[in-house]
Structures are given as C-alpha cells and as structure tokens.
C-alpha cells in the first residue's frame, strides 16, 4: 500500500505582515519542515551546502548556485545531505542555506497589466499558477511545472543580496520594487535562454532535466570557484588567472564579457557577501572582520559596504539581529 505524501498549504497572510506583495528571508533547511504549496510565488536560491529538492514529488539534487521558480500550487521541501547535517554546528558555509523571495500573486497580476509586453506576461502568468505555451502551441504540450537555472556567475546571488538588505531596511516600496524587479527580469532572461525539455514538464521528464546553458564559460567558472575558495586572501587578477589557466588579459575581458562586470567588482560583490553573512551570525566582534574578507584595513572595508549595501557594519547588524 502506498503511503500518501502529506503537502501543508502555506497562504500568503502567514508571510507578507511587513509588506504587503514580498517576503525575503534567508533559511537554514532542516529535516522537520513538512512539503507544502503556497498560494504565492517563491524564488529560492541555494547559497550553500547541497542536498534534495522534492518538487512536486520529484526528487532534484540541489546545490550552491541553483535558483528554483516555484509557481503558485506546486510543492516542494530542501532536505540536506548528511554532510550538511553533520556541519550545521561547525561550519556555516556548508550548511543547507537558502535565500527566498516570496511574490504575492495579485502583485504579478499588477505588474504584468502594467508591464504590457505579451512575453512577459506569459511568464508572470506561468508563475501565478496557470498553464504556460508559447509560439501557438497547446497549453497542455507547454505545461511547465517549476524552472531550474544555474547561477555560475553569481548574478542572481548579487540580487538576492541586496534585495535581502533592502527588505530588512527601512520600509522604502520604490527600492525594495526596484530589487525585486531586477531579481524577475534576470530570472525571465534565463528563462528565455532555456530550450524544450529544460524545464519540467512531468515527473517523467525531471528525472532528465537539464540545467539552462552555464552563463560563464569553464575558466570563468574556475576563477569564481577559486575566488569563492580565496576571498579572504589578497588575490589579484594575476593570482585568479593562472588558478583557472589563463592569461590576465583574457581573464578580464571574459569577466567582462560572461559575467557583465569587471574582476574587481565581482571580487568586491563576494567579499561584501561574505561580510553580511559574519554580521549576520554574529559570531565576529566587527572590528575582527576586514581580515577575514579580505581587506587589511578596517576604512577600506567600512567605505566599500557602505557604499554596497547603503547602511553602516554595525547598522546592518543591528538590523539583521531585529530581524531574526
């Protein structure tokens, strides 16, 4: 006899108490949360450690860099791997961790009347539940159950991060719309990049999913793992180029040509990550943190995340600690 999945259905009132169409939240996945749908959409990015993503019954291996589109009634639950489980009391960065953005359905609806462009609308539609076709063909052929897309070159987690701030800040709407839309619109583009078969359309067909095409080419994908290994180090673009087996030169313009900005600034937008997550713990006194993200002096690391995030170290802590 087979047993029946029991699915809990989340609603959008148990969330969007402080705004009134979004949700952001960072997460530890852990094995009691029970699989759920929601009446909402969500957007969930693996920032650390691996495991199983159940989405709608079908089990898919999650890691660092996964992004899922889940639309409104299909469910889903992380479980860790054992290796994650064994380090959520030791080592942060290996924990199961994700970042979710909640979008009301009614917020959608808005935004694609407002928006007014057939392509888009389509999506949003797909996110708000119902069935998604394209080209003329048959809903029923183009049904489409969640969207899957790799996240090589840290755009998405660069979005996350600062849509995570502004929704833990002061209550600014145009911002926190701001983020939130430019969070939709690079989903949307790796959305349209995606071939049939990319995105699932059966359980049948997940067993097989494949990822969309990999945004940044395997040296690339070498520098970011090497700089996500060494950030705390004094790396230069010299240092990261022989790591992934290149020259300089070629390492910047592919930077610039895969990812859409330069080294430096991708080496800066790590750093910056890496910071938020020590104030975000809480373990690390403040002033013990310029060496641990790589910068030698406590000015230099007090004016650049500023100058990212828009708030003070210690005015993020605070708000981070508000907001647990």
Known sequence: MTSQRTIQHYMEHHFFGRH?????????????????????????????????????GVPLQAERGDLFAIPVGISHIFRPSASSLRSSRSSYGERLEVLNCL????????????????????????LSGNSYHDHGQDHDAKRRSWLRVRDDSDELRGLFTRLHAEYMG??????????VLSLLAAVYRHADLLEDGEVAASSAEAATFARSRPSAGAPVRKALAYMRAHYAEPLTAAVVARAAGIGERQLSRLFAAETGRPFRRHLEAMR?????????EGSVAIMDLPPLVGYEQWKSLSRVFRQAMGLSLGEYRKQAMRNE
Request: charged content about 20%; proline content about 4%; glycine content about 8%.
């Open 272 to 280: 910056i990550d890496a910071c938020c997550r020590y104030l975000r």
């Open 103 to 126: 979008i009301s359905k009614a917020a959608l609806s808005r935004l694609s009347a407002f928006l007014g462009d057939d392509g888009i609308a389509e999506f949003l539609n797909w």
């Open 170 to 179: 002061p209550a600014e709407p145009l911002s926190l719309w701001s983020g």
């Open 20 to 56: 009134p169409d979004i949700y952001v939240q960072e997460a530890v996945e852990n094995l009691w949360l029970s699989e759920h749908d929601h009446d909402f959409v969500e957007l969930v990015l693996v920032t650390g450690g691996r495991g199983t993503h159940y989405v709608d």
